[in-house]
Nanobody
Framework: QWELVQSGGGSVRTGESLTLSCKASGFDISDWCMTWFRQVPGRERDSVAT???????EYSDSVVGRFTVARDTARNTLNLQMDALKPEDTAVYYC???????????????????WGQGTQVTVSA
């Protein structure tokens, strides 16, 4: 059975850093595309960072240069290092993987996604 368990997050001030972790079980994260999403109340869930099977990382314009997604294959964990945090980064963050095809990355609305439980990140001015 596939499962994603998140850790990390919390409350920081502008300019500080946080690391989120997403530990996977039931599958090898190196074999699948995985994405970090975030969501604020009243808005859609947006992708933040994607790690493709190839190892290529992709980022949204709002976080490029500040966030880094990386695999820890020894722990089967996907990490998101968030630096230079801003108040607009405040959201609930989710990791996700979709199980339909190794060729696809999870979208925000795919019914075939497995999701982490979500982690609150709060950045104060």
């Amino acid at each position: 059975q596939w499962e994603l368990v998140q850790s990390g997050g919390g409350s920081v001030r502008t300019g500080e850093s946080l690391t989120l972790s997403c530990k996977a079980s039931g599958f090898d994260i190196s074999d699948w595309c995985m994405t970090w999403f975030r969501q604020v109340p009243g808005r859609e869930r947006d992708s933040v960072a994607t790690m493709r099977r190839s190892g290529k990382a992709e980022y949204s314009d709002s976080v490029v240069g500040r966030f880094t997604v990386a695999r820890d294959t020894a722990r089967n964990t996907l990490n998101l290092q968030m630096d230079a945090l801003k108040p607009e980064d405040t959201a609930v963050y989710y990791c996700a993987v979709q199980r339909s095809s190794v060729l696809w990355c999870p979208s925000a609305t795919s019914p075939n996604n497995y999701w982490g439980q979500g982690t609150q990140v709060t950045v104060s001015a």
